[in-house]
């Protein structure tokens, strides 16, 4: 094989980010589209008239015009459509998040375990793409910044309106969306959290539901996160301020990392162990001496990094290139963002990994005792380029 066919299950929101730019990656081709609404299957056509459409999932992934398939779907249904792929034989990528529930990406993990070394699972985690992350990676895992011992993520630069809540029947509802902020747009965040200064032991989690908006999920968020080593960290998020904030901290016994979209990464570098100092020095109040380095690696991605995800998943396939974001990963996010809602809901900590198979009842819980009223959804486009700007 020497092209990729591949499917779209889900062109009205992302997926028409993704018809838009694949043309334009090398041995890739756009063969079938599926959704449940016909007037965004038109609109597909229009800007891809050789795609062959379909009303489910199921009919595009038997149709036998895909190697692989991207989902794009309601949250529920990206472990679905990612397992019943498998079944068949063909490729994954999985939007954001992987599943609603770590259990049920656990559930799809195993199924995976199952065609490994023949089937490619990607996720579309495309913000690993960014050169400053990238960076920060390296140098923690070169030691540069030491043991970690304190992380500070303020991530309030997801303000939405309420025409967006409104845009959308299934959108921030426990029965469509499975939560709010923290499952629609902090994904990103949280596998980057993870990603670089590795997964929390425990999280307590303070969580208003419809702060800022006339929904029935989470829309301000601040969690206390505590680490295997001892390590403790703060993660606050909202979508209801203007303007935000996107600012990492990540401090270790060697000094502090910054991270801010757009600007340079700082490293104030301390000349020696912060704990050395702290256990042999003679004096009371030590001046720690630090160097600071200014690294700039680039700014924020935009668009095109959701293309170098794309490309790397047909390397993946064709080349066995190994995956920047693999999807199995998606499951430490996904836990991290119930553990939240649990905590924040109930009021008490949560250890991890948490009971799994006790959230997914927790969460149907809400779905079934919801009496939740969405306003009448009026023909309300959601132009999602716009969240690339």
Known sequence: MNEVRIGIIGVGGMGSIHVGYFPKVARLKLTAVADIDPARLTATVAKAPDVKTFNTGE????????????????????????QEAFKRGIHVMSEKPVAVTAKAAEETNAAYE?????????????QRTTASYQRVKEMIAAGDLGEIRRTNWIATDWFRSQRYYDSGGWRATWGGEGGGVLLNQCPHNLDLFQWLCGKPSKIQAFMTLGKYHHIEVEDDVTAFLEYPN???????????EAPGTNRLEITGD????????????????TTESVKHICDTTTQSFPTVTRDKMVIDVGGKPGAGAHQTITENFVAAILDGTPLIAP?????????????????GITGKA???PMDREGYDTFLKGLVKNSTFKKAEVKSAKVDMAASFK
């Open 327 to 343: 999807a199995t990963d998606g499951i430490h996010s996904v836990e991290m963002a119930n553990a939240m809602i649990q905590s």
């Open 114 to 126: 199952k065609v490994k070394g023949r089937v490619v699972f990607s996720a579309m985690f495309q």
């Open 254 to 269: 060697r000094g502090k990392i910054i991270i801010e979209p757009g600007k340079p990464v700082e490293f104030h570098r």
């Open 59 to 82: 009919e595009l992934l038997d149709s036998g015009l895909v190697d692989a398939v991207l989902i794009a779907t309601p949250h529920y249904f990206h472990p679905v459509f990612a």
């Open 230 to 240: 001892g390590a403790t960290g703060v993660f606050i998020t909202t979508t209801g």
């Open 350 to 352: 949560v250890n991890l």
